[in-house]
């Protein structure tokens, strides 16, 4: 009977109910089945539940997060306790430092005015000193400065007038010296521009001569040119034949003033005489490809215009 009372108690609470609040579960168990054994002679002492527990985890995993709660709670609190402590801590080594700065503090002002005392004391005789060499110093400094302005005056009559003297002297001279240069640059300068106006009036005289020269020998040459023109064959021819024996002995004349002359040749002395006839060809030939003056030509023309003339017998 207890245990179907205890079924259908437990189908109307939750889990958390029945874990929050056990012995009320427990006393409505009690209720359910006191009046079934009461009609059977029998009488329920006491019920209670001692345990609640499952097949599976749920119930445990249902604590963990009051049981996270707590333990976060007790860290919190070891931390803020912690943090308190430490802060007291700290607070009382402040306290401690501030106290050590303030005794350091006295100790220093005390031994600074200590200090400046013996200094002052210790100095009083170099101060005494110094301000007495201090005043022999002004001393010295006005009789310096006498003495260099007794100096700087006997500069300025000894040396600075006499070198301002000389060197107006100087300048003077100079000046001089300058004026006669520039006028001798004049001059010279003068004689140049009348020596190259002569030199040009002479250059203008000369230009006209070789002028007047060229022009002369251009109008010679041209009338020469014109008369060699109006020359038929046989003028032309026969001029040529009349220079002929000049040039002939301008090409022979390296010969005649050999003093001994060794002919190395199969046609041995006869070698010469063709070499003088080689020039002379050569000297043909070069007249025919300059001037255009064929002499051969024209002694051949010349020989057949004579054959012509002559009449038959």
Sequence with gaps: MLAGALRSIVGTLTVEEIIRDRASFAAQVAEVTESALTG???VLDTFQIQDVTDDGSYLADLG????????Q????????????????????EQQIIEAQREYALKQSGIKAETDAAAANA????????AASRQKVLAEQEKLAVAQASLTDRQLDTEVRKPADAARYRVEQEAQATKMAVIAEAEAERSRRAALAEAV?????ADASAIVAKGSAEAEAMARRAQ?????N??????????????VAAQLAAPM????????????????LPKQVTSNMAQLQQLLKDTLGIDIAAMINDRAETSTSQVPDA
């Design 73 to 92: 709670d007790a860290e919190v609190a070891e931390a803020v306790a912690r943090k308190t402590s430490e802060q007291q801590r700290l607070a009382a």
């Design 256 to 271: 005649g003033a050999i003093d001994q002359l060794t002919v190395i040749s199969t046609d041995g002395a006869g070698a």
């Design 227 to 231: 008369s060699f023109k109006e020359y």
């Design 200 to 204: 040009k009036l002479e250059g203008d």
């Design 122 to 129: 210790a100095a009083s005789g170099p101060l005494a000193e």
């Design 40 to 42: 059977q002679g029998l």
């Design 64 to 71: 963990r997060p009051e049981a996270s709660r707590v333990k």
């Design 233 to 246: 064959d046989a003028a032309r021819l026969q001029m040529v034949v009349e220079i002929m024996p000049q």
